[in-house]
């Protein structure tokens, strides 16, 4: 089956405790993405990745760190987590998007993540 | 500046009537690229529909279609014949020419609840 696996699907953890949100994905896709979802501000995406060894700040990515060695995972890295990461975390994954078509993203499941 | 804008936070509608979610988009971008997602209570986010600014036809996936009007800027949601199961969280994203088509860019969403 096709799909985007994200571990694990809840954290909770303590300031300052570095975690690694695990991402992977079985379809062959060169692009990959991390999101984090809050209410009132929808979805804005923390990196990318347009394929192996080649990654690239989103509109939020301080804080948060990627690395891209394979091309079906894409672990997201929180070096010094702190209360303001608490959050929803997706990872999504799809064919590379090139001009207005229609590569949908693949989301994963999400991970539900407290920073106490 | 924001580029998705979803003024609806919440919308009720009965079992079986049709409703009109709302999605207006500023791009000066004539190549882009607009989608819908749905995000149940369970988390995931599910693809619904997609819509090309050079598309001739307004999209449409079973129940859903999407109103398309170009020169308003909008690419409405238009879900017939609600089911219970529509209830959920609904975002309108878009991808265009001025990021590189690199990242969709989420609507802060609307939520759906479909009464018996």
């Known amino acids: 089956e096709a799909q985007v696996t994200q571990n694990p699907r809840y954290l909770i953890t303590v300031t300052g405790k570095k975690l690694t949100v695990t991402c992977s994905q079985n379809m062959n896709h060169e692009y990959m993405s991390w999101y984090r979802q809050d209410p009132g501000l929808g979805l804005r995406q923390i990196y990318y990745s347009m394929n192996v060894e080649v990654t690239d700040k989103g509109d939020v990515p301080e804080g948060y760190k990627v690395s891209r060695k394979e091309k079906r995972n894409f672990p997201l890295i929180l070096e010094s987590p702190s209360p303001n990461q608490t959050s929803l975390y997706f990872c999504?994954?799809?064919?590379?998007?090139?001009?207005?078509?229609?590569?949908?993203?693949?989301f994963g499941s999400g991970t539900q993540l407290s920073v106490l | 500046a924001q580029k998705i804008t979803q003024t609806q936070p919440g919308m009720f509608v009965q079992e079986k009537e049709a409703v009109t979610l709302d999605c207006t988009y500023d791009t000066s971008d004539p190549s882009y690229g607009l989608f819908w997602y749905k995000q149940p209570s369970s988390g995931e986010m599910i693809f619904l529909i997609y819509q090309g600014s050079y598309d001739q036809q307004n999209a449409t996936e079973g129940r859903y279609s999407l109103n398309f009007q170009k020169a308003r800027k909008s690419a409405n949601l238009v879900i017939s014949a609600s089911q219970l199961g529509d209830s959920a969280m609904y975002f309108c994203a878009m991808r265009d020419l001025n990021t590189g088509f690199q990242k969709l860019v989420f609507g802060t969403g609307t939520r759906l609840l479909v009464s018996p």
């Open positions: 999504a994954s799809s064919l590379v998007p090139q001009a207005a078509t229609n590569e949908k993203l693949f």
